[in-house]
């Protein structure tokens, strides 16, 4: 299930958003310039190295951030990012959203390294959109999400479903322990993402309900 939108269409201008989508796209870019096996020994987040040296390898907790194994590992992030993240950020206002993303980015980190194998290197900028996507769970559950049901269906879906129903499935492969994801990291995002944005008393309400603007991809 790709989701394609969410029911509100206006959402502002959504700096933070952008800027942190052109720098997931230019920490790839860097990474191509030293090539993909050589950036992840440099950049990644390797919580066995963190324990030892803090000071010294400290850095990469916001390096692995910015950073993805491959095109559709930071496309995939990055979608999800542009379909989720203008709804928040217009409603905690930017400022807040960015220290959302930073603060769910180091609890993933830090989730992650709680329960797996800490001498596997982690990359990528999931952690953090789990906690935008936290943060629209908790106050966007009534919206809906243009959802692309593969391979020929759209529907709209209760963003609380569709979200609800992400996590769940983080869960579940979380504790069947499927290599390859770091899902506890996609999980500590998500709760971080709920609880800051509980603790940021957002602004104002939005329409929730689809209409015929809806249909069109614009920001």
Same mark, same amino acid.
Not at 1 to 23: C, E, N, Q, W
Not at 148 to 169: E, V
Not at 177 to 185: I, S
């Given at each position: 299930?790709?989701?394609?939108?969410?029911?509100?269409?206006?959402?502002?201008?959504?700096?933070?958003?952008?800027?942190?989508?052109?720098?997931c796209?230019?920490?790839?870019?860097?990474?191509?310039?030293?090539?993909?096996?050589?950036? *992840?020994?440099?950049?990644?987040?390797?919580?066995?190295?963190?324990?030892?040296?803090?000071?010294?390898?400290?850095?990469?907790?916001?390096?692995?951030?910015?950073?993805?194994?491959?095109?559709?590992?930071?496309?995939?992030?990055?979608?999800? %990012?542009?379909?989720?993240?203008?709804?928040?950020?217009?409603?905690?206002?930017?400022?807040?959203?960015?220290?959302?993303?930073?603060?769910?980015?180091?609890?993933?980190?830090?989730?992650?390294?709680?329960?797996?194998?800490?001498?596997?290197? %982690?990359?990528?900028?999931?952690?953090?959109?789990?906690?935008?996507?936290?943060?629209?769970?908790?106050?966007?559950s009534?919206?809906?999400?243009l959802?692309?049901?593969?391979?020929?269906?759209?529907?709209? *879906?209760?963003?609380?479903?569709?979200?609800?129903?992400?996590?769940?499935?983080q869960?579940?492969?979380?504790?069947?322990?499927?290599?390859?994801?770091?899902?506890?990291?996609?999980?500590?995002?998500?709760?971080?993402?709920?609880?800051?944005?509980?603790?940021?008393?957002?602004?104002?309400?939005?329409?929730?309900?689809?209409?015929?603007?809806?249909?069109?991809?614009?920001?």
């Open positions: 299930m790709l989701p394609l939108r969410d029911s509100i269409y206006f959402h502002g201008p959504a700096l933070v958003t952008k800027l942190l989508i052109a720098l796209i230019l920490g790839f870019a860097v990474q191509l310039s030293m090539g993909l096996d050589a950036s *992840l020994e440099r950049l990644a987040l390797v919580p066995a190295l963190l324990m030892t040296d803090p000071l010294g390898e400290g850095y990469r907790l916001f390096t692995s951030m910015f950073t993805h194994g491959s095109l559709g590992h930071l496309l995939g992030n990055v979608w999800f %990012m542009w379909v989720f993240g203008p709804t928040l950020e217009g409603r905690l206002g930017s400022g807040r959203y960015l220290l959302l993303y930073l603060l769910a980015g180091l609890a993933a980190a830090l989730a992650q390294t709680l329960f797996s194998d800490p001498h596997t290197p %982690m990359v990528g900028a999931s952690g953090a959109i789990s906690g935008v996507c936290g943060g629209y769970f908790l106050l966007f009534r919206a809906y999400v959802t692309w049901l593969f391979p020929f269906f759209l529907l709209w *879906l209760p963003a609380g479903t569709y979200l609800g129903y992400w996590a769940f499935i869960l579940i492969n979380g504790l069947l322990g499927l290599p390859g994801v770091a899902w506890w990291a996609h999980l500590g995002g998500f709760a971080a993402g709920m609880a800051l944005a509980w603790m940021f008393h957002p602004r104002r309400p939005y329409l929730t309900s689809p209409t015929w603007e809806s249909w069109f991809f614009y920001r």
